[in-house]
């Protein structure tokens, strides 16, 4: 290894390309994502191979720990401090598992690129000490992976943003306008993981063409119902879902939760959509005599798909001819899938497998973009989708010890 961090930033620099891990763990908390992809130069120039895409499942444990841990009720500062550097090991032996899965030496991971695991995201301005604050909390410790590992790593990407008014998300259309723009056709690339996001690509548009922003809940909600009724993790292939009847008095409840009306930038988690939510969903449908699981399912399930759409109807008067490329657990869920093809018979819905890039790996490469964009100086946020008042270096870089 080099003696400095001036040697080590100046050889992964100057290195024709780089071999990159992207770690992401999302607001579903079901398991960590890790892509190993070969980057040759960066922003509007990158070259991307992805070498090799791994899951690695939570531990029950620690799910549990990072569940209690995103409610005011439950949370403890103790078990805060502790997860924050359990998750990094868990991080570790993923990318060691990731690698020896793909047949590399852990030694040949140039970079890393960690976005953590979300706690906390508080995106509105709250007055603290007279100082107007907007913050967001992802744990998992950067120093302790890269001395762990022996490797660089870029992590705490969304507070530069939020430094200057943004609410630190969405982060990934930068990668989106890099890998997915189009000149020929109108391209929307959502993501629907524990929260659903979207990213609209105007034909031949340049970066602040685009609009991006979260639409509300994707799987979360629909997931906690399935561990909590079905002792499941998700709902495969929407079949519960799609055996249940929607109940049009609890999905009208669900659609008038202000996200709903907010004007973006806006983004959104757990904070509004997690286990309180949840409790006050259950019980709302308790009073209305919405006592099949399956019917709470469907409801829930169709909230995802009505959120998504009548932002997409927003946003596009005339949405009939655009493409739209889902990626994460969602886009595995004919629930979701059908639904979409039914709000936009006209459009071509597909995943974004169809472009060479495996959905369920979509993020975790976006965070491996994000970390070369780091290393080579590029600003990789996008004001008119975060808020905030310039654009910004994103993240922050822990050397091995």
């Known amino acids: 290894m080099p003696h400095s961090p001036l040697d080590m930033l100046t050889r992964l620099v100057t290195k024709p390309d780089r071999l990159v891990c992207g770690i992401m763990s999302g607001t579903s908390v079901d398991a960590v994502d890790i892509v190993l992809a070969r980057l040759r130069g960066s922003g509007a120039s990158l070259g991307v191979e992805i070498v090799h895409y791994a899951e690695t499942l939570y531990s029950e444990e620690l799910q549990q720990r990072i569940f209690h841990n995103c409610e005011v009720s439950s949370s403890n500062v103790n078990d805060i401090c502790l997860l924050h550097t359990a998750i990094a090991h868990t991080y570790a032996d993923a990318v060691r598992a990731a690698c020896t899965e793909a047949g590399l030496a852990l030694t040949a991971v140039d970079l890393i690129g960690m976005h953590g695991q979300t706690l906390r995201h508080l995106p509105d301005r709250i007055d603290i000490a007279g100082q107007g604050i907007r913050s967001t909390l992802q744990i998992g410790s950067g120093p302790t992976l890269a001395t762990l590992l022996q490797i ?6 969304r507070a530069g943003d939020m430094a200057l008014g943004g609410q630190g998300a969405p982060l990934v259309p930068y990668i989106d ?3 997915f723009q189009s000149e020929e056709e109108d391209r929307v690339l959502l993501n629907i993981g524990g929260i659903a996001n979207l990213t609209l690509l105007p034909r031949g548009g ?36 799609s055996s249940g009847t929607v109940n049009g008095d609890l999905l009208s409840w669900m659609l008038r939760h202000p996200f709903f009306r907010l004007r973006p930038p806006k983004s959104t988690g757990r904070e509004s959509f997690g286990e309180d939510y949840l409790e006050d969903l259950l019980n709302v449908a308790r009073d209305l005599s919405v006592l099949d699981i399956a019917d709470v399912v469907a409801t829930v399930s169709e909230c995802t798909v009505r959120g998504i759409s009548m932002h997409l109807r927003a946003l596009l008067p005339s949405p009939q001819r655009f493409r739209l490329l889902l990626s994460g657990g969602g886009a595995r869920n004919q629930y979701f899938t059908e639904g979409l093809h039914y709000a936009f018979p006209d459009a071509r819905v597909e995943s974004t497998a169809a ?9 975790a490469l976006a965070f491996a973009v994000l970390a070369n964009e780091w290393l080579m100086g590029n600003p990789a946020n996008l004001p008119s989708a975060t808020g905030a008042n310039r654009s910004a270096l994103l993240g922050a870089l822990a050397l091995p010890a």
């Open 206 to 241: 340049e970066l602040h063409d685009a609009v991006a922003f979260d639409t509300g809940p994707g799987n979360m909600l629909v997931d906690a119902l399935m561990r909590k009724f079905y002792g499941r993790e998700f709902d495969e292939d929407g079949l519960v879902a």
């Open 355 to 363: 472009l060479g890039v495996a959905p369920e790996s979509k993020e």
């Open 177 to 179: 306008h890099l890998l």
């Open 152 to 157: 660089p790593v870029v992590y705490d990407f």
